[in-house]
């Protein structure tokens, strides 16, 4: 059972656009949600990320947005550049009571074409 | 420089024999965690390690195994009992269990 999703393998977007990624998740008791992006075999490098006592944060072109009644986050790039042409993963992670957590959940990614 | 190693970037192994994939990091994070990515699919969690002489099975540890005896080293063996092997492996830390993590290059695995 996936408790992330990325339903957009791709996306394809036009150099100066806005680009808007989308996240979906199952599991209500995380708190804590990120995004990652992937060039072809290296390291995932974080982007930014989100408490859920937040709706919203800004980190220069990147916005994350999170939408806990729906349990749903996006990333906004703007504008969106052909550096940005990478696999971006969104990832959650769960708290448990104890105070503790185990490794991120991550969703399957959606590959950012970004066109001239 | 402070960061994550993974050595080496490609390695080619027979079927039926065990091999080790080193990861280091000199970040002095507490938490460390290994993940295979297979094409399609995301980041799925082999092993953690909240902090040194302690590690936690992931989702798929099933034919893994991991030790975590100095805080800078998790290495990861796939076994002969791991059924499909052929992967790219990923190794992260991050200051705490749950905080961001930071990755290493990959191992890109190939078992003939």
């Known amino acids: 059972d996936q408790q992330v999703k990325q339903n957009s393998p791709s996306l394809s977007v036009q150099e100066g656009r806005i680009s808007i990624l989308n996240c979906d998740y199952t599991n209500s008791m995380f708190d804590y949600f990120l995004w990652y992006k992937k060039y072809p075999a290296e390291g995932p490098t974080f982007l930014i990320s989100?408490?859920?006592?937040?709706d919203k944060n800004e980190d220069g072109r990147f916005t994350v947005f999170l939408n806990k009644s729906a349990k749903h986050l996006s990333l906004h790039i703007v504008p969106s550049q052909p550096g940005d042409s990478a696999v971006y993963f969104c990832a959650a992670s769960l708290v448990y009571s104890g105070g503790g957590a185990d490794g991120l959940t991550f969703g399957k990614g959606t590959h950012l074409i970004i066109q001239p | 420089d402070g960061g994550i190693t993974q050595s080496p970037k490609y390695l080619f192994r027979k079927e039926g024999q065990n091999v080790t994939l080193s990861c280091e990091q000199n970040l002095n994070h507490d938490a460390m965690y290994w993940y295979r990515q297979d094409p399609g699919q995301g980041l799925r969690l082999i092993y953690y390690s909240q902090i040194v002489n302690d590690f936690q099975k992931g989702d798929i540890a099933e034919g893994y195994s991991v030790s975590r005896e100095k805080k800078e080293s998790f290495p990861l063996t796939v076994t002969s009992a791991q059924k499909n092997p052929t992967a790219f492996y990923l190794c992260?830390?991050?200051?705490?269990?749950?905080?961001?993590?930071?990755f290493g290059p990959g191992t890109r695995l190939t078992v003939t």
């Open positions: 992260a830390s991050s200051i705490a269990l749950g905080d961001e993590q930071y």
């Open positions: 989100i408490s859920s006592i937040k």
